[in-house]
């Protein structure tokens, strides 16, 4: 069976690893990037809390000692799904068995002047793009000749109250506090604003509501401001126009307001849903495919527990590629009446806002069991540390962890230069 997957992220990365020296399955990965990038420790990269090489890891290394697995660096052009095969940058393969894993990239709700202008953060490149811009904003504040031009570069609007938003609003806040006005004593850090913005009623929607109201009660004690029922209309890279009139004077719109699936080209128009997802049955087959599956965020499959499709995290992705795995391994071996239907078994949810401060939401016992502070933060980071692949780079973060914890520093703010022309050293 040649099984070939396309991206690698932890869906199509679980997959591989699990049929990793199978007998009569040869499994060929496709993915535009060399490595395995961690995606939940993104903002800690964007806010030089860890290196980018800590959170992520070469797909060669992880796959030595696989004999049947075989990995190329391209980018996916075409499915031809007639011919049972695939047209990528670097030529096409055929296959028996497709698997699409391409995840999810920043949804800007079509609006092509915020896509422009905003910041998203969905690789590894972009988490040290935002890296760079934050750096690059408080050098620029300090050649500022007015109040006004200084506020551009000193305030900070994030878009979009999940996890992502939180964390990333509680690090930035943590670095005004303990990092930034040891770096720029010559800066005024109270003039520095964090204004998070969420257009459903609360923060963390997907959590209970103890773990909204502690993220939010735990942001406004950083000196975020957290305005909720309220959208970003407009914005041209200075201002932001919010749904409620008000104007915000910024260079830096952090877009973390939702995500859409990276459906390839060649699937049928029919097979996309809400999101940009690909109608999946619950085996993860493609409705109306005999060899095509879905895996991960790109997947919408409905299930009597979750009608509109399951969440798009990390650990369905995980058990997805899992279950996927086990039911090739049965086809292969002519055992068809063994495949098993994908069922998700919902462990918790916990997201961090900042120094012993996150949230935690776990289902069992029912009612759902909720705890914050200090030792939810410590559940997050252990938890984080345990999925992280390679234990150098476990040790380089715990490391980075220990040393932020008791210095209340990080020395990871390197603004990596891409243009080497004079003007461009710093505006």
């Given at each position: 069976m040649?099984?070939?997957?396309?991206?690698?992220?932890?869906?199509?990365?679980?997959?591989?690893?699990?049929?990793v020296?199978?007998?009569?399955?040869?499994?060929?990965?496709i993915?535009?990037?060399?490595?395995?990038?961690?995606?939940?420790?993104?903002?800690?990269?964007?806010?030089?809390?860890?290196?980018?090489?800590?959170?992520?890891f070469?797909?060669?290394?992880?796959?030595?000692?696989?004999?049947?697995?075989?990995?190329?660096?391209?980018?996916?052009?075409?499915?031809?799904q007639?011919?049972?095969?695939?047209?990528?940058?670097?030529?096409a393969?055929?296959?028996?068995v497709?698997?699409?894993?391409?995840?999810?990239?920043?949804?800007?709700?079509?609006?092509?002047?915020?896509?422009?202008?905003?910041?998203?953060?969905?690789?590894?490149?972009?988490?040290?793009?935002?890296r760079n811009?934050?750096i690059?904003?408080?050098?620029?504040?300090?050649?500022?000749?007015?109040?006004?031009?200084?506020?551009?570069?000193?305030?900070?609007?994030?878009?979009?109250?999940?996890p992502?938003?939180?964390?990333?609003?509680?690090?930035?806040?943590?670095?005004?506090?303990?990092?930034?006005?040891?770096?720029?004593?010559?800066?005024?850090?109270?003039?520095?604003?964090?204004?998070?913005v969420?257009?459903s009623?609360?923060?963390?929607?997907?959590?209970?509501?103890?773990?909204?109201?502690?993220?939010r009660?735990?942001?406004?004690?950083?000196?975020?401001?957290?305005?909720?029922?309220t959208?970003?209309?407009?914005?041209?890279?200075?201002?932001?126009?919010?749904?409620?009139g008000?104007?915000?004077?910024?260079?830096?719109?952090l877009?973390?307001a939702?995500?859409?699936?990276?459906?390839p080209?060649?699937?049928?128009a029919?097979?996309?849903?809400?999101?940009?997802?690909?109608?999946?049955?619950?085996?993860?087959?493609?409705?109306?495919?005999?060899?095509m599956?879905?895996?991960?965020d790109?997947?919408?499959?409905?299930?009597?527990?979750?009608?509109?499709?399951?969440p798009?995290?990390?650990?369905?992705?995980?058990?997805?590629?899992k279950?996927?795995?086990?039911?090739?391994?049965?086809?292969?071996?002519?055992?068809?009446?063994?495949?098993a239907?994908?069922?998700?078994?919902?462990?918790?949810?916990?997201?961090?806002?900042?120094?012993?401060?996150?949230?935690?939401?776990?289902?069992?016992?029912?009612?759902?069991?909720?705890?914050?502070g200090?030792f939810?933060?410590?559940?997050?980071?252990?938890?984080?540390?345990?999925?992280?692949?390679?234990?150098?780079?476990?040790?380089?973060?715990?490391?980075?962890?220990?040393?932020?914890?008791f210095?209340?520093?990080?020395?990871?703010?390197?603004?990596?230069?891409?243009?080497?022309?004079?003007?461009?050293?710093?505006?």
């Amino acid at each position: 069976m040649r099984v070939i997957i396309i991206g690698c992220g932890f869906a199509g990365l679980k997959l591989a690893r699990n049929l990793v020296n199978k007998e009569n399955i040869e499994v060929l990965i496709i993915d535009k990037n060399n490595y395995h990038q961690f995606q939940p420790l993104f903002y800690q990269v964007a806010t030089s809390g860890l290196d980018a090489s800590n959170i992520s890891f070469p797909l060669r290394k992880i796959f030595q000692k696989a004999r049947n697995v075989r990995f190329r660096l391209t980018s996916l052009l075409e499915i031809k799904q007639a011919e049972n095969k695939i047209v990528t940058t670097i030529g096409a393969f055929d296959y028996d068995v497709l698997v699409l894993a391409t995840g999810a990239t920043t949804n800007f709700f079509g609006n092509e002047k915020l896509q422009e202008n905003a910041l998203p953060m969905k690789s590894t490149v972009e988490a040290l793009q935002l890296r760079n811009h934050i750096i690059k904003n408080f050098e620029n504040a300090l050649l500022a000749t007015s109040k006004q031009e200084r506020e551009l570069y000193m305030t900070f609007v994030i878009v979009g109250g999940g996890p992502t938003g939180v964390e990333l609003s509680g690090a930035i806040a943590e670095m005004r506090k303990y990092i930034l006005p040891k770096d720029y004593p010559e800066l005024d850090f109270s003039e520095m604003k964090i204004i998070l913005v969420e257009g459903s009623p609360k923060t963390l929607a997907v959590m209970s509501e103890q773990s909204s109201e502690k993220s939010r009660k735990y942001l406004t004690g950083l000196g975020v401001t957290v305005e909720t029922k309220t959208t970003v209309k407009e914005y041209d890279g200075t201002t932001a126009v919010l749904s409620t009139g008000e104007t915000i004077q910024t260079t830096t719109l952090l877009w973390a307001a939702g995500i859409k699936g990276n459906v390839p080209a060649g699937i049928e128009a029919s097979l996309i849903v809400k999101g940009n997802r690909i109608q999946v049955d619950r085996y993860n087959k493609v409705e109306g495919t005999e060899n095509m599956y879905a895996i991960g965020d790109i997947a919408c499959m409905e299930t009597p527990q979750y009608p509109h499709g399951h969440p798009q995290l990390a650990n369905v992705a995980i058990n997805q590629g899992k279950n996927l795995a086990a039911n090739l391994i049965h086809q292969v071996n002519g055992n068809k009446h063994l495949q098993a239907e994908f069922e998700y078994h919902d462990k918790g949810t916990m997201a961090t806002v900042g120094r012993n401060l996150a949230v935690v939401d776990i289902p069992i016992p029912k009612p759902k069991l909720h705890f914050g502070g200090w030792f939810a933060w410590l559940i997050w980071m252990s938890l984080h540390l345990m999925l992280i692949l390679g234990v150098k780079n476990r040790v380089q973060i715990f490391i980075n962890w220990l040393y932020k914890y008791f210095t209340y520093d990080q020395n990871l703010r390197l603004l990596i230069r891409t243009a080497f022309r004079e003007e461009d050293e710093v505006k």
